[in-house]
């Protein structure tokens, strides 16, 4: 199977009655992940309505150049650069042969020109059109110079003839541009997640806390999402939209989110514990805030609740899933840690060097506790969310299991 990760995907509409189906193909695309804007030629206008395609894109529709709304939030040669694969669809025989010639006197073919992204295109005209000498010399010119062309399919048109030339339906479309549809691994599984760091206050205004971003915890919310999960997301203090789709439960301490997860847990199915959450808080919390006073200052630390290891150790526990970050003996501890709290599965990172702190990638070995014993498999340094959707579907089948 082959995993995307949300591709940034440009799709372009020029004129045909084809267009009808234009959004039907940015939804296709959408639900596989992808992020689609729309650009749409002044013929494609007369189809369909740029505000349908604003509606299902979720961004303003780019027409011509200078158009203040989409042009002042994203040029058309940054929208060529932002673009990692163009897909026109449906493409006319007049866009084809502008495509063809160089022509970039609209912004779809200017875009088309412009991007150093793979151009696909998916044919869409009257069957005589199709089969025209020069329609053939213009698919000819482009495949030599790397389009690829989808389809078209042969049927009835809506010219009333039949032949080839109908264009291709858009799930065949965005399986040729993003892969198989997601298998729903988690379809309806209530999936508790834990995010973030968290914040033990020492006085109103200062605290002790950590460098955790909740990229990755976020990242296995959506990835759970994608799955089908029903996703509850208890975050710690960050500075990240929650996916949409997820219960969003925001806490600040440890005893917060302690708190937060239990009144949940015994209702979750599957519980991923990504936050970093402080071993340690101060026994006394100032009223007011702490003035500086001789030399040195001692605090007081008193251990937090263990998470993780309250949920493993519930009656009935959710299956359970425990991140740990290590900067030495990563495995040892990890198959140490994965026995001492109870957890199923222990993604282990390896966060020497701070590395792994607020960065777009990361690198785990999932350790998983079986018959008393542990296995362990390491996966590659991937996207936060990759790295997500591939712990996803090695623990989902442990889970439907267990
Ligand atoms: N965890 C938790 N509650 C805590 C501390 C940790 O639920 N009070 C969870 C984390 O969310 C993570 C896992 O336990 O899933 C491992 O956390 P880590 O900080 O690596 O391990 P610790 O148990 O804190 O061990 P140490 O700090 O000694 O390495």
């Not at 296709?28 to 604003?54: K, N, W």
């Not at 009223?287 to 263990?306: F, H, Q, S």
Request: aromatic share 4%; net charge neutral.
């Amino acid at each position: 199977m082959v995993w995307h990760k949300s591709k940034r995907i440009l799709l372009g509409v020029s004129g045909g009655i084809a267009a009808y189906k234009s959004p039907q193909l940015a939804r296709r695309l959408i639900e596989r992940g992808c992020e689609v804007r729309v650009a749409m030629t002044r013929a494609a206008c007369e189809f369909i309505t740029p505000l349908t395609m604003q509606a299902v894109s979720g961004h303003p529709v780019h027409l011509h150049f200078l158009d203040a709304e989409a042009e002042s939030g994203m040029g058309h040669i940054e929208l060529a650069r932002w673009a990692e694969q163009v897909i026109v669809a449906p493409a006319s025989a007049d866009f084809l042969a502008r495509l063809a010639h160089g022509r970039a006197g609209d912004l779809l073919a200017a875009v088309a020109l412009a991007t150093e992204a793979e151009v696909a295109v998916a044919p869409a005209m009257n069957r005589l059109m199709w089969e025209h000498a020069a329609t053939r010399e213009n698919l000819k010119t482009l495949a030599a110079r790397g389009v690829r062309v989808i389809g078209p399919g042969a049927g009835d048109q809506a010219c009333g003839e039949t032949g080839p030339g109908r264009m291709s339906e858009p799930e065949e479309i965005a399986v040729e541009i993003a892969g198989d549809a997601r298998p729903l691994l988690l379809d309806g599984v209530d999936t508790l997640i834990t995010a973030g760091p968290t914040w033990e206050a020492l006085d109103p205004v200062r605290g002790i806390s950590n460098r955790s971003s909740g990229k990755m915890g976020f990242a296995m919310a959506q990835a759970a999402l994608d799955f089908g999960a029903r996703v509850t997301l208890v975050s710690g203090p960050v500075n990240l939209p929650a996916p949409r789709g997820a219960r969003r439960v925001d806490v600040v301490s440890a005893h917060e989110m302690s708190e937060a997860v239990m009144a949940r847990a015994p209702k979750s199915q599957l519980f991923i514990a990504v936050a970093a959450v402080a071993d340690y808080r101060p026994v006394n919390v100032a009223a007011n805030k702490i003035k500086k006073d001789g030399g040195r200052m001692r605090v007081e630390l008193e251990k937090t609740p263990d998470i993780l290891a309250q949920v493993a150790a519930l009656k009935s526990p959710p299956f359970t899933v425990g991140f740990a970050a290590e900067t030495e003996n990563a495995l040892a501890n990890a198959r140490k840690k994965c026995m001492e709290k109870g957890a199923d599965v222990i993604a282990v990172n390896d966060v020497a060097g701070g590395a792994v702190f607020g960065a777009e990638e990361n690198a785990v070995t999932l350790v998983y506790r079986k018959n008393g014993k542990t296995g362990e498999e390491a996966l590659t340094k991937a996207d936060k969310y990759l790295l997500a959707v591939r712990i996803l579907e090695r623990i989902a089948p442990l889970r439907a299991a267990s």
